[in-house]
């Protein structure tokens, strides 16, 4: 099933489509087989890290963050397909705000990963590996550290950091669009799903119907909530279309890196290519708001 295929406001019939035509990118893509040496580890002042002794670790850690991360915004796609044919438009609020943060993790590795090179220091990248493979709980708490549950529970990243970096990411891309990009498009969107999604009475009005007194607002609350109308799904495939845009996009450009066994870094240009040819050039007159 695809986006154009449900039933959708007229407005939307564009937006579905080159959604349809970017996920269609997902089949070429192929899964290499890895090699994950075992890890050496170290604490430094409580600190949990990765020791990188070899150029295997690199790819490992590059390998596992691309692969995941796009495999995981697939899913998350798919039950949004069945959630919005379904009419479940609260779920799919849920879910956008999971498959931004994915998208998120694959630019944010890039950032990182650039920043090393540039500056030719990779103490920063040492921590965002740590990080990324163990959680900030783990590497964090060495009373976490010694549970026997310890990797079934840690957690992410500092999310704000993933979001600022698929900013970062679409104001350079900016710089050469003749379109207007709005000001951090993916903090107001990720503050305003971040908000829907926690427990408080806002997000509850969107399940119920209202009308105005003198004295106030009378509620009537209901099961569906189906409380969004033309203008909410929209708003739904637009924050779906630039979350797949970016995630492909930095998928690529964090699989184009090449860790030599001698520990030199070098880039194949056809693959990084494949992030601005075929994914950010792919439509004209983008609306990244």
């Not at 670790?57 to 590059?62: N, P, R, S, T, V």
């Not at 003749?178 to 951090?184: F, G, P």
């Not at 806002?202 to 033309?230: H, I, K, M, R």
């Amino acid at each position: 099933m695809k986006f154009s295929d449900l039933k959708l406001p007229k407005n939307c019939k564009d937006l579905s489509m080159k959604t349809d035509s970017l996920r269609q990118i997902y089949d070429s893509i192929k899964f290499e087989e890895l090699f994950e040496p075992v890890q050496m580890r170290e604490i430094i002042k409580g600190k949990m890290n990765v020791v990188i002794t070899n150029h295997l670790d690199l790819i490992a850690w590059q390998k596992e963050i691309a692969y995941s991360g796009i495999i995981k915004m697939r899913k998350t796609e798919n039950s949004i397909l069945q959630l919005l044919k379904n009419n479940d438009l609260y779920s799919v609020f849920i879910l956008l705000r999971h498959h931004m943060e994915n998208a998120g993790l694959l630019t944010l590795s890039v950032d990182i990963l650039l920043e090393s090179l540039n500056n030719d220091d990779f103490e920063k990248l040492n921590k965002y590996i740590s990080k990324t493979w163990f959680g900030n709980s783990f590497f964090n708490k060495p009373m976490f550290r010694e549970s026997d549950e310890a990797f079934g529970a840690i957690e992410t990243i500092t999310v704000s950091a993933m979001i600022k970096s698929m900013d970062n990411f679409i104001n350079n891309v900016s710089k050469t669009s003749k379109e207007k990009i709005s000001d951090n498009p993916f903090s107001k969107n990720y503050s305003w799903l971040s908000q829907f999604a926690h427990p408080n009475s806002a997000s509850s009005c969107f399940f119920t119907t209202t009308s105005q007194t003198n004295n106030g607002t009378d509620l009537v609350f209901n099961w569906d909530g189906n409380f969004v109308e033309d203008v909410g799904i929209e708003k739904i495939l637009n924050m779906l279309f630039f979350n797949i845009s970016v995630g492909l996009a930095n998928y690529f450009l964090l699989n184009s890196y090449k860790f030599q066994e001698d520990m030199t870094v070098t880039q194949d240009n056809e693959i990084a290519m494949r992030a601005y040819f075929e994914i950010l050039n792919r439509f004209e007159n983008k609306n990244f708001a």
